[in-house]
């Protein structure tokens, strides 16, 4: 079973910093089922990115994806002021389960 | 626009039984295999089942099969979850979840339109 750890657990920045935010596979990953999601407080998590890198549609390109094998990021270039909020990843395996990181908090400093 | 309703959570004693529906619109939902997902506190999101476009397609979790059972009405466009002997660990909000479809093909990796989930506790 593959355990997806994601760090930092919160994230303190000022808008129009970055944020960078890791995700780490318990196993070597030879496919590119990674996807991120966005909640915010009182909200359904949103599809920000699949496959690694794609952005779903109607996604900023502030949201990009990087990664490969066991080690992935998301990365926003210049945080907005709802961009604060909580990030998931997640991982589709090919037993046919579905897999999510505990979250990554990005709180306004 | 998508639009993914649930309904049917409630409180239930442990031992109970439930039955989650989501009304969906905004999409061609037989086209669509659908998923539900679960939130706590304490253990985030999980996965819980999906269904394929094909009703015959069922994916449970390892801590649900035998007692959760998916279904769904293509004539509806309504997907349902059948929640039995449920447990106080089965307490959470539950999200109908989409899977999207890109240049023709199903893609069962990830979920591009959540509802806004319906709470179950188990007390």
């Known amino acids: 079973e593959i355990v997806l750890t994601q760090s930092p657990a919160t994230l303190s920045l000022s808008p129009g910093e970055r944020a960078t935010l890791s995700c780490r596979a318990s196993?070597?990953?030879?496919?590119?089922?990674i996807a991120w999601y966005q909640q915010r407080p009182g909200q359904a998590p949103r599809l920000l990115i699949f496959g690694v890198s794609s952005r779903a549609t109607g996604i900023p390109d502030r949201f990009s994806g990087s990664g490969f094998e066991t080690d992935f990021t998301l990365t926003i270039t210049r945080l907005e002021p709802e961009d604060f909020a909580v990030y998931f990843c997640?991982?589709?395996?090919?037993?046919?389960?579905?897999?999510f990181g505990h979250g990554t908090k990005v709180e306004m400093k | 626009e998508v639009q993914l309703l649930e309904s049917g959570g409630g409180l239930v004693q442990p031992g109970g039984s439930l039955r989650l529906s989501c009304a969906a619109t905004?999409?061609?939902?037989?086209?669509?295999?659908m998923a539900w997902v679960r939130q706590t506190p304490g253990k985030g999101l999980e996965w819980v089942s999906l269904?394929?476009?094909?009703?015959?397609?069922?994916y449970y979790a390892d801590f649900v099969k035998g007692r959760f059972t998916i279904s769904r009405d293509n004539s509806k466009n309504a997907l349902y979850l059948q929640l039995s002997n449920l447990r106080a660990e089965d307490t959470a909000l539950y999200y109908c979840?989409?899977?999207?479809?890109?240049?023709?093909?199903?893609?069962?990796?990830?979920?591009?339109?959540w509802g806004q989930g319906t709470l179950v506790t188990v007390s």
């Open positions: 269904i394929g476009s094909v009703p015959d397609y069922t």
């Open positions: 196993q070597r990953l030879s496919d590119n089922l």
């Open positions: 979840a989409k899977t999207p479809i890109k240049d023709g093909t199903n893609l069962w990796e990830c979920f591009d339109s």
């Open positions: 997640q991982h589709y395996g090919h037993s046919v389960t579905w897999t």
């Open positions: 905004g999409f061609t939902f037989s086209n669509h295999a």
